[in-house]
């Protein structure tokens, strides 16, 4: 029998991993910023890890981008203006364009070699980077915070890797406050925030360090991510006046697009917490 070959990652944190039968590598890089590579696997399409850790796989990345894009989309009232913040695989960019009430998306990732390794690996999330309402810049996402206007955006998506490396600025209230300050009345930041089963801390912490800037509201989506340590994972949202727990149910239902994750039902379903977020995390 052929020797088969694995990738496995090994999440300290939990003490488990998740690996892959993968057939090939397709590409291994080391940029100013992160170690990046891409397999093909045997059953999850391609695969790609950023410093040994899994970023996306073919088949199941549209969890994560339609959970980290469409609960805000539809719990605005009307966005218009919207940032993300990393994300160069340009799957969360795609989902955002796909409301067409959108007229501008900037998406900021530091390290231009994700999106052009997304380009050639995974070309169906980067369909959308030609439309005309996208801007696609490649510097740090915590400077372009600090230094974007104020009450210019609708939506910011923190869209990063784990809040270690140049991410670790991502996870915290100086940012925070920056996005605040970036947002218009109403608007909403979202910010990956992990592992609600072994990451607790972690996203109690972004929860506080968010109503410490200012936000009045926040919550956090929990959803399946099968590539993702432990399989579950989470959005945190935080509101700049206006509540998290309603949302534009009629519009989602009628959404003008197809998705395979999200639908209002979905959306109904990851606002209520489990017990132990419930107790652990502010109302
Ligand atoms: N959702 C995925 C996950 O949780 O594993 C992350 C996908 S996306 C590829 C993460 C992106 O964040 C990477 O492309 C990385 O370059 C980018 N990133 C990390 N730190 C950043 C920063 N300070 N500013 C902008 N982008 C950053």
Redesign the pocket.
């Known amino acids: 029998m052929a020797q088969e070959n694995w990738f496995t990652e090994k999440h300290a944190a939990s003490g488990s991993s998740i690996g892959y039968r993968v057939a090939e590598k397709l590409a291994d890089t080391q940029t100013p910023?992160?170690h990046i590579e891409v397999w093909r696997t045997t059953d999850w399409g391609n695969l790609?890890v950023?410093d040994g850790?899994?970023?996306?796989t073919t088949r199941d990345n549209f969890l994560?981008h339609e959970m980290m894009t469409h609960p805000a989309l539809y719990t605005h009232a009307a966005p218009r203006d919207v940032a993300i913040?990393?994300?160069?695989?340009c799957g969360t960019l795609r989902e955002v364009l796909r409301h067409p009430e959108i007229t501008s998306v900037v998406q900021?990732?530091?390290?231009e070699q994700?999106t052009r390794l997304a380009e050639k690996f995974f070309p169906e999330l980067c369909e959308s980077n030609a439309d005309p309402r996208a801007r696609l810049l490649f510097?740090?996402?915590?400077k372009f915070m600090a230094d974007a206007q104020p009450a210019s955006l609708d939506v910011v998506i923190v869209?990063?890797?784990?809040p270690v490396?140049?991410?670790e600025?991502?996870f915290n209230a100086k940012f925070y406050a920056s996005c605040f300050r970036a947002l218009r009345e109403g608007g909403i930041l979202v910010q990956?925030s992990e592992s609600p089963l072994v990451l607790l801390d972690l996203i109690q912490s972004i929860h506080k360090a968010m109503h410490e800037v200012g936000f009045a509201a926040t919550r956090t989506l929990p959803f399946p991510q099968p590539c993702?340590p432990t399989g579950w994972w989470s959005t945190t949202l935080a509101r700049k006046g206006g509540d998290l727990a309603t949302f534009r149910e009629a519009d989602a239902a009628a959404r003008p697009f197809a998705t395979r994750y999200y639908n209002a039902g979905v959306h109904r379903a990851a606002l209520a917490q489990p017990e132990f977020l419930r107790t652990a995390l502010p109302a």
């Open positions: 910023f992160q790609m950023i850790c899994t970023m996306l994560y913040i990393g994300g160069g695989d900021v990732d530091i390290d994700v510097d740090d996402g915590i869209d990063s890797t784990d490396g140049p991410a600025g991502l990956q993702y």
